[in-house]
């Protein structure tokens, strides 16, 4: 229908529909709630017909609302039907939250959109946390009294590449979230590598927990309705940053330059990406090393020259041709690395030392790099399409673009893999054991917001797939194949 057409065929209705009104129930806008008012009238009629005379673009995760027959585009049809339901037709409701987890409500100033995550990009938010009841959590903020935050988009490739999204949210004032430590800065993990049942970050949190890693992230699963419109099942998890209740070293200011200050505190992160910032050094195996700087991340020459020249003699001392030498042992601190190395073979991420993966130092001469926390497993088992088998090491066989960075070289050290197989026998006897239970607890908890999270977002065209039938058919079955391997390797007679 032509642009002209589609106008003049609406102003006719205009007389008809004015005055009539569908609201919003249960704290979520109205299917059909085009301009963001919570309310259905004529005027979202009026400003669907410009989307469309526009050209709008079905976007699944902000036009959501305007996509009134589900199809996933925004044309004439879409009109017709909001029509029918203020004239009084039945109209599809919006996919709710399950009831079975806390829900977390979010609503940008305006109703804007969220499309950057930069720090140029964060938006004012109202939000209140809604425990719906259940044991254990508590209720901050309502809706009449809510509180403020900042918000925008995270990731990488999550990001680019899928239509639910990540966020960093940064509260107005710190509180604690869901019975985990105060703090302002969290962020809200959408975990979209499905197949995994959604536990690809907990269970490598906490192995590295119970195997003593100096901090790893809390977090607590989360339904979301961001603007009115439920977004599914997230998870809460604290960020990582330089804090006492996360990375506890000494805070170093931007641009420092005085000598004695920038040996620490330090927090970098092995990276996969490019940013202007990073490290840039030669590995020596003559891999390009990119390291960005997290804490602090704007560096002056003196910081810069201090950083680069540490982890280029760490860089050195990994490579020296006689492994019996324990230089490299003055640089990187052994215990934190066989504890992340340790972790990250038992769930096998061939991004491990590529990507996400945090380091840290404290202020002194003397002091080392700490590995950790965990973060970002989304790589875990990810050789499963290649029927996987678990009988390799992360740095023997990396995929095509990624690199594993020094843990090849340092794995060559005999007092490495001594360490190794010292936490390798505390894991397996005292750790191993009670995984999947602590595993069937977390999925029985967000086993029924996993149902409406796929009525929102839709992972599978065909039949919904558990996430307990997930869980047990790909995580369980990678995680005990990659442990049995791992035992033959390390285990006692070994």
């Not at 804007?112 to 209720?139: F, P, Q, T």
């Not at 030669?282 to 002056?300: C, F, H, R, V, Y």
């Not at 003055?330 to 993966?357: A, H, K, M």
Request: with cysteine.
């Amino acid at each position: 229908m032509k642009k002209k057409a589609i106008r003049h065929t609406m102003v006719a209705l205009v007389a008809a529909l004015w005055g009539l009104t569908m609201s919003a129930q249960g704290g979520l806008r109205p299917r059909g709630d085009v301009n963001g008012d919570w309310e259905v009238t004529i005027a979202d009629v009026n400003m669907l017909v410009d989307g469309v005379t526009q050209g709008l673009e079905y976007h699944p995760f902000y036009t959501y609302a305007s996509d009134i027959n589900g199809d996933r585009e925004i044309n004439i049809a879409d009109v017709n039907m909001l029509v029918d339901a203020l004239l009084g037709a039945d109209l599809r409701p919006m996919p709710s939250y399950s009831g079975t987890l806390p829900v977390l409500y979010i609503n940008t100033e305006g109703g804007r959109d969220i499309v950057g995550k930069e720090k140029e990009d964060y938006l004012h938010a109202d939000w209140w946390l809604d425990a719906m009841g259940i044991e254990g959590y508590e209720s901050i903020g309502s809706r009449d009294a809510p509180r403020g935050l900042l918000i925008k988009g995270r990731g990488n490739y999550t990001w680019e590449n899928y239509n639910k999204k990540p966020f960093t949210i940064k509260l107005d004032q710190k509180c604690s979230m869901l019975g985990m430590p105060s703090n302002r800065h969290w962020v809200l993990l959408c975990n979209m590598e499905y197949w995994m049942g959604d536990l690809n970050d907990a269970i490598p949190f906490e192995i590295g927990r119970r195997l003593g890693m100096a901090w790893a992230p809390r977090q607590e699963p989360v339904e979301v309705v961001l603007n009115g419109q439920y977004i599914g099942l997230y998870f809460l998890t604290e960020k990582i940053r330089v804090n006492k209740h996360r990375i506890n070293v000494t805070e170093q200011e931007d641009n420092e330059t005085n000598p004695d200050l920038i040996t620490g505190g330090w927090l970098l992160e092995i990276d996969n990406y490019y940013a202007p910032n990073q490290i840039s050094l030669t590995e020596g195996n003559g891999s390009a090393l990119w390291i960005t700087p997290q804490s602090p991340d704007t560096l002056s020459a003196v910081q810069r020259e201090y950083i680069t020249a540490f982890l280029t003699a760490a860089d050195a001392a990994i490579y020296n041709p006689d492994k019996e030498s324990q230089d490299w042992e003055r640089y990187i601190d052994l215990d934190s690395l066989t504890i992340y190395y340790v972790v990250e073979e038992i769930v096998d991420n061939p991004e491990s030392f590529s990507g996400s993966c945090y380091m840290h130092k404290e202020r002194g001469e003397d002091t080392k790099l700490v590995f950790g926390p965990h973060w970002d497993g989304g790589s875990c088992y990810v050789r499963h399409a290649a029927n996987f088998h678990g009988d390799h090491f992360i740095y023997d066989e990396v995929p095509s673009g990624l690199h594993q960075h020094w843990i090849g070289e340092i794995a060559k050290y005999p007092r490495f893999q001594a360490r190794v197989r010292q936490l390798w026998a505390t894991f397996y006897r005292d750790i191993y054991p009670s995984i999947d239970d602590y595993a069937y607890s977390l999925t029985a908890r967000i086993e029924q917001a996993g149902v409406y999270d796929n009525l929102r977002w839709r992972h599978y065209s065909g039949d919904y797939v558990s996430i307990t039938f997930r869980y047990n058919r790909y995580f369980k079955r990678y995680f005990h194949m990659k442990v049995a391997w791992l035992q033959d390797q390390w285990g006692e007679e070994n």
